[in-house]
């Protein structure tokens, strides 16, 4: 048996898997009832009725600090192979870690040095 061969059930079982979604959401929004009213397209939550304009300005710090939370907390992601397979990967390994680990610190370094951790400013 060839390597491509061995590829053809799962890509047929990914085409049967994308075909059934693009289907179930096409005859859904065709054989569904639409009704748009005020009503239902009021924002709801928790039951509480909405108050006030929900585009008010928020503070650049609150985004930047949840894209810095998702890259360092991705970063420890990368290091679960290593961990796993250290003794393994031996010294080219550990080279690659190391430098995977000096770059993530010279990032973390230059957004400390821009005030990205300080709220006060």
């Known amino acids: 048996m060839s390597t491509s061969a061995g590829y053809i059930p799962i890509l047929l ?3 049967v898997a994308v075909g059934f979604v693009v289907l179930a ?3 859904s929004s065709k ?3 639409s009704r748009k009213t005020v ?3 009021e924002n709801f939550e928790c039951g509480i009725e909405s108050q006030g304009n929900a585009r008010y300005p928020i503070s650049v710090k609150y985004f930047l600090t949840a894209i ?3 890259l360092f907390d ?3 992601i990368f290091f679960y192979p290593y961990a796993v397979n250290f ?3 031996g010294m080219e390994g550990f ?3 190391v430098t995977f680990v000096a770059i993530f610190l010279a990032g973390f370094i230059y957004v400390w040095r821009k005030g990205a951790f300080e709220w006060d400013k």
């Open 31 to 33: 054989l569904g009832p």
């Open 39 to 41: 009503q239902k397209d």
């Open 68 to 70: 810095l939370f998702v």
């Open 87 to 89: 003794k393994d990967m």
């Open 74 to 76: 991705v970063e420890v």
């Open 25 to 27: 959401l096409f005859l």
């Open 13 to 15: 079982q990914i085409l």
């Open 95 to 97: 080279i690659a870690v």
